[in-house]
């Protein structure tokens, strides 16, 4: 199944595969919509190496699979999540400017925090629900501790961490049960992936294809 890039919504997750398949499990990265513009490409938030970016989605060659909240609040709460990235990546006084590519502290991708997810665990435990409430609670005009380059150096501040803290933050710790339910700082892409396929709250719209027909 495809969805054609004009399609997309704000809110939609991203996730990369370097695979030609699901069943590959060669996820690689994470990332969201945060804006769309009839006739263009929509934009996308990110965690790079580059830093926190928000730039035109270009999709990647191999599999781009879009993942959507479909609960009856779905659409709101992404439009939020969205617009809570746009917020923080263009209202920031460190934010870079590159062509049609806005940059927050380049550098602040957090490398030691792979080892992070990968050996620790992404249930949303005790810790995991206080630190949604934290972004909830501060981080609807402001972006998160993680996202400074004065951040601990296993902050968590991966590819995988973006999406999952903007739900987070619009959403609460209570609110995001059910429908954001995984750690923030210790996922990686296959984490939030196999999350996603087994929430009936979120549906797999199929890889995204820049072919209308």
Not at 82 to 110: D, E, F, Q
Not at 161 to 178: E, H
């Amino acid at each position: 199944m495809e969805i054609y890039i004009g399609n997309l919504r704000k809110g939609d997750v991203i996730i990369m595969s370097k695979g030609k398949s699901a069943s590959s499990g060669l996820f690689n990265h994470a990332a969201i919509i945060s804006q769309i513009h009839k006739g263009l490409r929509p934009y996308i938030l990110e965690l790079t190496g580059f830093g926190f970016e928000r730039s035109l989605y270009m999709p990647n060659t191999g599999c781009d699979y879009v993942y959507r909240l479909k609960c009856a609040d779905g659409e709101v709460t992404a439009g939020k999540a969205a617009t809570a990235g746009n917020i923080w990546v263009t209202s920031y006084p460190n934010t870079k400017y590159r062509g049609n590519t806005h940059t927050l502290n380049s550098g602040v991708y957090n490398t030691s925090s792979v080892f992070t997810s990968y050996f620790g665990n992404s249930s949303y435990g005790i810790k995991a629900m206080r630190y949604a409430e934290y972004l909830y609670e501060n981080c609807q005009c402001n972006p998160p501790r993680e996202l400074n380059r004065s951040a601990s150096f296993f902050s968590g501040a991966i590819c995988t961490y973006l999406p999952i803290a903007l739900y987070q933050t619009v959403m609460g710790g209570l609110g995001c049960i059910g429908k954001m339910e995984i750690d923030a700082r210790k996922s990686l892409p296959r984490d939030l992936a196999r999350y996603l396929d087994n929430n009936e709250l979120w549906a797999c719209c199929g890889t995204v294809t820049e072919r209308s027909t």
